[in-house]
């Protein structure tokens, strides 16, 4: 049943860089909704039995196969006709047909930090291989290339979570949603 916004029956998809908090307040989002939560590097894990970091690691595989299944997992999860909450991993942006999906079946909505304050939330992720050992010199870099990816899918919506608290942020959203 739609809204009188029509949101009601779309996914709600959290973006944002890597230490944004999209699991955290994705979870949280989908508990006070009373909807089903996906995290998409979570489906890939389960529909490989690899985990992020072994896909990223495995010769031959690397990140070009990583992004091909984390395409596959996000059209997965958008095309289950029950609306869900889905935090998409922080690369689902870089590729253009995810973003128009994204676009046609989701409401969207931009985590947005800035890199310095994620950089100091990141450290010991394990499904992180990017980040390296510089992890803030490579969220600067990420940063100025996703910021207009994120605003493209985000059309407007974003909460800047630099400044919430996880459940503050889980209000900001709703608002932006309802
Ligand atoms: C990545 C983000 C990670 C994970 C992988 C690559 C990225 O997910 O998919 O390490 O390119 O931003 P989170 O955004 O959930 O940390």
Do not use: C
């Not at 989908?30 to 996906?38: D, Y």
């Not at 990140?63 to 609306?83: G, K, M, T, W, Y």
């Not at 590729?95 to 909505?109: C, F, I, K, Q």
């Amino acid at each position: 049943m739609a809204g009188p916004t029509g949101t009601e029956d779309r996914h709600i998809v959290l973006v944002g860089m890597m230490g944004s908090g999209k699991t955290s307040v994705g979870r949280q989002l989908a508990e006070r909704l009373g909807r089903p939560f996906l995290d998409s590097d979570a489906q890939v894990e389960a529909r490989t039995g690899s985990t992020v970091r072994e896909i990223f690691e495995t010769e031959g595989l690397g990140e070009a196969a990583f992004r091909v299944l984390e395409a596959e997992a996000l059209a997965h999860a958008l095309a289950d006709p029950v609306p869900s909450v889905i935090a998409a991993a922080g690369g689902v942006v870089l590729d253009s047909a995810n973003r128009a999906r994204l676009r046609a079946t989701a409401t969207v909505v931009w985590l947005r930090a800035e890199p310095a304050v994620l950089a100091t939330r990141v450290t010991g992720g394990v499904h992180r291989p990017l980040l390296g050992h510089d992890p803030r010199t490579v969220l600067e870099q990420m940063h100025r290339e996703r910021r207009a990816l994120y605003e493209e899918v985000a059309e407007g919506r974003q909460v800047d979570v630099g400044t919430h608290s996880v459940s503050a942020a889980v209000d900001a959203v709703l608002e932006l949603v309802a």
